[in-house]
């Protein structure tokens, strides 16, 4: 996610006066790693503000709760010092920082990367970025390594999928069947954007689990930062959490690294192509921190219901040719919900069909890049 980026940058702003150390460094397993780090920023401090920074933190062993004794009396001493500490594992830095450094910390999460990122970063044009989105995803790491597709799956699969269940996950010590995890795992990245309730998800794992079982591992990989499990919009609590939940993977990286055939043809796998965009454009919104939920009332549906700083809208995605009939589920929540605006995101060329039709409307490419805002002024009035 351009963590160690973003703390070298901070750490030249600072210049003489940061001091940067690495978790995961040889010199990190040695007893006085963390005492001389905190001694060297304190010494910087006498100078003026210093700043710290730790990186992949969660590898030193009781980084919380030193991290929280250092503090409290840097606090007491009036010692001018920033300190930024960064982890790979959402999940055991979360723990962490929840057991121990309680009232004493700011979180900020570096979510996955949209495709503005992809294409400032790797000096692509905004559409190429969001159809490589769609295909490969936005682990930066990766970027290289997708005009070898053996190669680009392999670091996806070693260097972030593995570590994050096989190793993250793990260590929170909630995880009794591992092997059902991955099943899990692999059945939610092989349903991108599909509503599948637990029960049929339970039938397609080779080993039985309980239905609590499963659901607590969908919550870890939503912890993680690799699934999500949309909940059916309803005004009641009850019923939301009772109806089966919309998968999305959050980073279509992890949906072609998984499957066999990789990413799939929108000429000849239409279907499969239209899932994955669909997974894309509802991760993206999820990943820039708007509210995701879905509607169905058999037998109309709405793809994503959003509410956030990009105001609240009723999503349909169609990347195939529809026509008048596709905007009756749109319609009918809106004018149940009026306080939300309809919108489709279609192939691009296919926006005038739902603005003909007095609906906005954005294509898929556009809503990557910036989001629900260019269909907003645009349906036929």
Same mark, same amino acid.
């Given at each position: 996610m351009?963590k160690?980026?973003l ?9 003489d006066q ?5 978790g ?10 963390w005492d ?6 304190e010494a910087r401090?006498?100078r003026g503000?210093a ?13 919380a ?6 503090w409290?009396r ?14 790979s594992?959402?999940?055991r830095?979360?723990? /962490? ?5 309680a009232g004493?910390f700011e ?11 992809l294409?400032?970063?790797?000096r ?7 159809r490589?989105?769609?295909?490969f ?9 997708? $005009?070898?597709?053996?190669?680009w799956?392999?670091y996806?699969r ?5 570590p994050?269940?096989?190793r993250?996950v793990l ?9 059902l995890l ?7 990245a ?11 998800l339970q /039938?397609?794992?080779q ?7 499963i659901a ?5 990989l939503?912890?993680?930062y690799?699934?999500?499990?949309l909940?059916k919009?309803? $005004?009641?609590?009850?019923?939301r959490?009772?109806s ?6 959050l ?7 998984m ?13 499969r192509f ?6 894309a ?12 939920m879905y ?7 709405v793809d ?7 105001g $609240? ?7 195939? $040719? ?10 009918e929540?809106?004018?149940?919900n ?14 005038e069909?739902?603005r003909?039709n007095?609906?906005?409307s ?8 910036s989001g ?5 002024n645009?349906a036929?009035r």
């Amino acid at each position: 996610m351009g963590k160690t980026t973003l703390l070298l940058e901070i750490a030249a702003k600072f210049g003489d006066q940061a001091v940067y150390a690495a978790g995961d460094e040889p010199d990190a397993a040695l007893p006085e790693f963390w005492d001389r780090r905190w001694a060297e920023a304190e010494a910087r401090a006498q100078r003026g503000t210093a700043a710290l920074l730790l990186d992949e933190v969660h590898h030193l062993s009781d980084w919380a709760g030193r991290l929280k004794s250092h503090w409290d009396r840097a606090r007491r001493r009036h010692t001018p010092i920033h300190v930024v500490a960064t982890g790979s594992s959402a999940l055991r830095v979360a723990t /962490g920082s929840r057991e121990s450094l309680a009232g004493r910390f700011e979180r900020l999460t570096l979510s996955h990367w949209p495709a503005t990122s992809l294409a400032t970063v790797f000096r692509l044009s905004p559409r190429e970025a969001a159809r490589n989105l769609v295909r490969f995803g936005s682990y930066p790491g990766a970027q290289e390594f997708e $005009k070898v597709p053996a190669r680009w799956r392999a670091y996806v699969r070693d260097a972030i999928i593995e570590p994050a269940i096989g190793r993250d996950v793990l260590a929170q010590g909630a995880v009794r069947r591992p092997a059902l995890l991955r099943q899990v795992f692999a059945i939610a990245a092989g349903s991108p954007a599909q509503i599948v309730s637990l029960q049929k998800l339970q /039938g397609q794992l080779q080993d039985s689990g309980a239905l609590e079982t499963i659901a607590n591992y969908l919550a870890l990989l939503e912890d993680a930062y690799l699934v999500a499990t949309l909940e059916k919009y309803s $005004k009641q609590v009850r019923r939301r959490r009772a109806s089966p939940p919309k998968l999305v993977t959050l980073n279509n990286a992890l949906l072609s690294a998984m499957h066999p055939d990789g990413a799939p043809d929108s000429v000849r796998e239409p279907a499969r192509f239209g899932f994955w965009v669909e997974n894309a454009c509802l991760a993206f919104a999820i990943n820039q921190g708007q509210q995701v939920m879905y509607w169905r009332e058999e037998p109309l549906e709405v793809d994503a219901v959003l509410d956030g700083s990009w105001g $609240k809208w009723a999503v349909e995605v169609k990347t195939g $040719k529809f026509d008048a009939l596709a905007l009756r589920g749109l319609l009918e929540f809106c004018r149940r919900n009026p306080a939300f605006t309809p919108l489709m995101i279609s192939a691009p060329g296919d926006e005038e069909i739902a603005r003909r039709n007095g609906v906005a409307s954005v294509n898929w490419e556009d809503f990557l890049i910036s989001g629900p805002g260019n269909g907003q002024n645009t349906a036929a009035r």
